[in-house]
């Protein structure tokens, strides 16, 4: 019965477990790495949500919510026209801007306050008035110039003012692309013109220019030509002979650094030699010791932890026999102390119920052994073996003293000694109702 009601405890303990880890389970939410898990409701540290992007966390049931927002970049374009610039033309700017919720603890808070219930569509609506707004801004700052020739720098102008506002919601920049600027005056036509034109004269004149520059260079080309010719042959002479004794110089380097290298190379290498021999004397004494002398210290190390664990164990044996006969003579001891102590209260009682007579307990106790008194008497008798009894009886011992076979039987038993001897050899003296010895020849005398 108590073995069934421990399996019944432990098959509703196992079930209770069970169904604990299942209900925690149902209450971890994992999040996914493109989406942000928010969860409102009953937070701790009195925040209104807190976002999770990656990992999990527990959502509890009644008291929180969840819901998840999405991290998919959005692409919104702006075709922004009529912008009035900072010389007051007014400029068309295509764009396109690449917008997604930011992962940054602030700005996910502001997106799971302010676009967790709203779906792409409003959320794009949204984020194009911010950018359409900040444009224009970052447009009427800036002149033609600045905004035409100087793209980078106003794609920064565009960031700077675009991010901020952006996050508010919740989202964050991350691309902006210009496709084409124009302008309803055609002033930025103008300014093509202008530069192209300036361009084509410039190139002009830069032809003309590299024409002149290049008849006269064509002649000093001429003059240095003829110039360098002569100074190149002299030039070739003197180098060959220059470069013959460089040769020579070269060659008898060449020979010595030889022979330097030659010479240290014979020293490394008898160096190198010695090196090699020392460490072959080094490990033919290593491979030796631990050949010959490490076995041998092992060998040394195992008879000494031997003889010791003998000498341990002798002792420890010694020490448990000591320990098993003081156990036993103990034993012993008190069993006789006992023994004595029993005797002494028995002889005490005997002595009581004799009414303190000494001499009447002691003839209790020698009755009581009485029988076994008689009983090794007759062992004694009945232990002798004769084989046979010859008598030569002659019938002269008289009548009245009957036969000699008679006299032998009565001395035989006779031999033996009486219970009364025995009592009085122990200075005691049976009852009389025992019966008494009469002296026949104390009787006779008297």
């Given at each position: 019965?108590?073995?069934?009601?421990?399996?019944?405890?432990?098959?509703?303990?196992?079930?209770?477990?069970?169904?604990?880890?299942?209900?925690?389970?149902?209450?971890?939410?994992?999040?996914?790495?493109?989406?942000?898990?928010?969860?409102?409701?009953?937070?701790?540290?009195?925040?209104?949500?807190?976002?999770?992007?990656?990992?999990?966390?527990?959502?509890?049931?009644?008291?929180?919510?969840?819901?998840?927002?999405?991290?998919?970049?959005?692409?919104?374009?702006?075709?922004?026209?009529?912008?009035?610039?900072?010389?007051?033309?007014?400029?068309?700017?295509?764009?396109?801007?690449?917008?997604?919720?930011?992962?940054?603890?602030?700005?996910?808070?502001?997106?799971?306050?302010?676009?967790?219930?709203?779906?792409?569509?409003?959320?794009?609506?949204?984020?194009?008035?911010?950018?359409?707004?900040?444009?224009?801004?970052?447009?009427?700052?800036?002149?033609?110039?600045?905004?035409?020739?100087?793209?980078?720098?106003?794609?920064?102008?565009?960031?700077?003012?675009?991010?901020?506002?952006?996050?508010?919601?919740?989202?964050?920049?991350?691309?902006?692309?210009?496709?084409?600027?124009?302008?309803?005056?055609?002033?930025?036509?103008?300014?093509?013109?202008?530069?192209?034109?300036?361009?084509?004269?410039?190139?002009?004149?830069?032809?003309?220019?590299?024409?002149?520059?290049?008849?006269i260079g064509q002649a000093i080309a001429q003059r240095d030509?003829?110039?360098?010719?002569?100074?190149?042959?002299?030039?070739?002479?003197?180098?060959?002979?220059?470069?013959?004794?460089?040769?020579?110089?070269?060659?008898?380097?060449?020979?010595?650094?030889?022979?330097?290298?030659?010479?240290?190379?014979?020293?490394?290498?008898q160096q190198a030699e010695a090196e090699i021999q020392r460490?072959?004397?080094?490990?033919?004494?290593?491979?030796?010791?631990?050949?010959?002398?490490?076995?041998?210290?092992?060998?040394?190390?195992?008879?000494?932890?031997?003889?010791?664990?003998?000498?341990?164990?002798?002792?420890?044996?010694?020490?448990?026999?000591?320990?098993?006969?003081?156990?036993?003579?103990?034993?012993?001891?008190?069993?006789?102390?006992?023994l004595l102590d029993a005797k002494a209260k028995g002889y005490?009682?005997?002595?009581?119920?004799?009414?303190?007579?000494?001499?009447?307990?002691?003839?209790?106790?020698?009755?009581?052994?009485?029988?076994?008194?008689?009983?090794?008497?007759?062992?004694?008798?009945?232990?002798?073996?004769?084989?046979?009894?010859?008598?030569?009886?002659?019938?002269?011992?008289?009548?009245?003293?009957?036969?000699?076979?008679?006299?032998?039987?009565?001395?035989?038993?006779?031999?033996?000694?009486?219970?009364?001897?025995?009592?009085?050899?122990?200075?005691?003296?049976?009852?009389?109702?025992?019966?008494?010895?009469?002296?026949?020849?104390?009787?006779?005398?008297?």
């Open positions: 019965m108590n073995l069934s009601f421990l399996n019944t405890s432990l098959w509703i303990s196992l079930t209770l477990v069970a169904t604990a880890l299942f209900c925690l389970m149902k209450l971890y939410r994992r999040c996914p790495s493109n989406r942000i898990l928010v969860i409102y409701g009953r937070i701790r540290h009195s925040k209104t949500v807190q976002c999770t992007h990656g990992g999990g966390m527990f959502v509890w049931p009644i008291i929180q919510g969840f819901a998840f927002l999405d991290l998919i970049p959005r692409t919104i374009h702006i075709p922004l026209k009529s912008a009035l610039s900072h010389q007051n033309i007014r400029i068309n700017v295509p764009s396109t801007f690449t917008v997604a919720i930011g992962l940054t603890p602030e700005v996910m808070t502001n997106a799971a306050v302010r676009l967790l219930e709203l779906d792409a569509r409003e959320i794009e609506s949204m984020a194009t008035e911010i950018i359409i707004g900040q444009l224009r801004l970052t447009v009427a700052s800036l002149r033609i110039e600045e905004i035409n020739q100087d793209r980078e720098r106003f794609l920064e102008a565009i960031k700077k003012n675009i991010e901020p506002e952006l996050h508010k919601i919740g989202l964050t920049l991350l691309n902006v692309n210009i496709t084409d600027i124009t302008d309803e005056s055609d002033y930025i036509g103008s300014i093509g013109k202008k530069a192209s034109a300036t361009a084509v004269n410039q190139a002009k004149v830069d032809v003309a220019e590299q024409e002149k520059q290049g008849e030509r003829r110039v360098s010719v002569a100074a190149s042959h002299a030039d070739a002479i003197k180098g060959e002979n220059e470069s013959k004794a460089q040769i020579a110089l070269a060659n008898a380097t060449l020979a010595q650094k030889e022979a330097e290298a030659s010479q240290r190379s014979q020293v490394a290498k460490a072959r004397a080094l490990a033919q004494t290593q491979l030796l010791e631990a050949e010959e002398i490490v076995p041998q210290e092992i060998k040394k190390r195992k008879i000494q932890i031997e003889a010791e664990a003998e000498a341990e164990r002798n002792v420890r044996i010694a020490k448990g026999e000591a320990e098993a006969i003081l156990a036993i003579k103990q034993a012993e001891a008190e069993g006789i102390e006992k005490k009682q005997l002595v009581a119920a004799c009414g303190d007579d000494a001499k009447s307990a002691s003839t209790m106790l020698l009755i009581e052994k009485l029988e076994e008194i008689v009983r090794l008497q007759t062992e004694a008798i009945k232990n002798i073996k004769i084989d046979k009894i010859t008598v030569w009886d002659n019938g002269q011992a008289g009548a009245e003293k009957g036969s000699s076979t008679s006299h032998f039987l009565s001395q035989m038993t006779k031999s033996l000694p009486a219970l009364h001897d025995i009592a009085a050899m122990a200075g005691l003296e049976l009852p009389k109702y025992l019966g008494q010895i009469k002296d026949t020849e104390a009787s006779k005398g008297l």
